[in-house]
């Protein structure tokens, strides 16, 4: 039985798979549509013809041989090396369906599941959904090579992955519980437009009062205890509160643990604005920078891509595209704000913010762009194995090296121009050696 290849021979295979889907018709092209109980699948002969319009495929390991024995049965019959399979993400349902398909020898590719959804409209002009024209929308952007590549990270990389993930829901959890005090409990204590009473801001459990705007503390009215429903619900809010805190520290803790056998995050870290858990997140999202030839890939997988509309005499307004992956635009961003309190940082920014004058977006839209930068930064340092150098990173000069003593000359020296001469049938270069001028 094969077994799944390294990510490097993979990524390889993949590119080489994608420049030829349009052409070639000597493969077997499989689309799955992956559900939680079995997953629905077409198969066909590149563009030629449908084999099997409706495949069902229960999401068990007997179901799984069932599929594979029948995919078999027409690589057998038309003679055909090579079984690509498509496969939309749904949560986690795919993983197992596409590493049993890897160790049998196929590949498998992933197609974005908004690219899914604008070429379902265009197959019949209808605008129902159903499991089989899901399988049949799948094949087709096979044959138009619009498929992404199945990225399987290796150890500790991918559980790095997942804790990044398990990171993220846990901040929203706490952005979550912040947005329910200040919108929900935190206007049951007096007017919004009034500073909060000392009594009530005293009141009010530890976790919480740090939750109250400045402009909000003061001496206010006087105010008396908080109402017994209105403090349950704030001893309830603050418990939940300070247990998504320690939760968020301990995964921080584990996050950096995990990140800090790599060498790669070892680079990255020496980057300006670039502390442990942003790190870890740009080693987790972006996983290997072997997988990208160009550094647009990597702009593009960000979501910090300009997109620019377009149409006759209009032009539109250049903006981000926000289409990539929004946790790697976050850690980024973050990690601009964090480079903004160097020297440098400083620096950049205002010189940022100077083309915006006017603007009352000009910082937000600065922070953006040195956060591109500090990509193109990362994309530097990671490719070439080497630290950061601030004068490279600030496009200052390099050190000159010492010349060599000249040597001393017997006679004057006279400057040497070269001078085009021109002929009728010819043109040829000569010397001429002509003395300065005074």
């Given amino acids: 039985m094969p077994s799944i290849l390294d990510n490097a021979t993979r990524i390889k295979t993949f590119r080489e798979l994608k420049a030829t889907l349009r052409s070639r018709r000597d493969r ?14 077409q198969v066909r002969l590149a563009h030629t013809r449908i084999l099997e319009p409706k495949l069902t495929v229960p999401n068990t390991q007997a179901g799984f041989a069932t599929f594979w024995a029948r995919l078999e049965a027409h690589q057998t019959t038309l003679h055909v090396p090579e079984i690509v399979c498509a496969v939309e993400p749904t949560g986690t349902y795919h993983q197992a369906l596409a590493t049993f398909l890897e160790q049998q ?95 009530v801001l005293a009141a009010l459990p530890a976790p919480l009062q740090g939750l109250v705007p400045r402009p909000r503390r003061g001496p206010g009215a006087a105010g008396g205890p908080l109402p017994p429903g209105l403090a349950a619900a704030c001893t309830d809010l603050a418990a939940q509160l300070t247990a998504v805190q320690a939760r968020i520290t301990g995964l921080e803790a584990e996050l950096v643990r995990l990140a800090e056998p790599l060498p790669a995050y070892g680079l990255l870290r020496t980057i300006p604005g670039v502390g442990p858990t942003v790190g870890a997140i740009l080693l987790a999202e972006i996983g290997d920078i072997g997988w990208y030839t160009h550094f647009a890939q990597l702009r593009k ?77 990362v994309w530097g340092v990671w490719r070439s ?54």
């Fill in 28 to 41: 077997l092209l499989v689309g799955i549509d992956i559900a939680k109980a079995q997953h629905v699948a």
């Fill in 105 to 199: 020898g196929a590949t498998v590719v992933f197609v974005n599941n908004h690219v899914a959804h604008l070429n379902r409209r265009t197959l019949d002009g209808t605008w129902d959904k159903n499991d089989p024209k899901d399988a049949h929308n799948l094949c087709d952007l096979l044959e138009q090579g619009k498929v992404l590549f199945y990225s399987r990270p290796d150890e500790p990389l991918g559980a790095l992955r997942h804790l990044v993930r398990v990171l993220r829901r846990a901040r929203g959890e706490l952005s979550a519980c912040k947005t329910r005090f200040t919108t929900t409990l935190l206007p049951q204590c007096g007017p919004m437009g009034d500073p909060v009473p000392a009594a």
């Fill in 301 to 377: 997988l960000a979501g910090l891509d300009i997109l620019t509309v377009e149409s006759g005499q209009y032009r539109g307004t250049g903006r981000i595209s926000k289409a990539g992956r929004a946790l790697l635009r976050w850690a980024l961003y973050q990690g601009a704000l964090g480079a903004a309190r160097t020297r440098a940082g400083r620096a950049w920014l205002a010189a940022l913010r100077a083309k915006r004058a006017g603007d009352r977006f000009a910082f937000f839209k600065a922070a953006v762009e040195l956060a591109a930068k500090l990509l193109r930064i």
């Fill in 385 to 438: 194995g080497r630290p950061y150098d601030p004068a490279r990173a600030l496009g200052l000069p390099a050190p000159a090296r010492p010349r060599p003593a000249a040597r001393r000359r017997r006679g004057p020296a006279l400057p040497v121009r070269l001078a085009l001469v021109a002929g009728e049938d010819r043109m040829r270069f000569a010397l001429r050696e002509t003395a300065a001028p005074r």
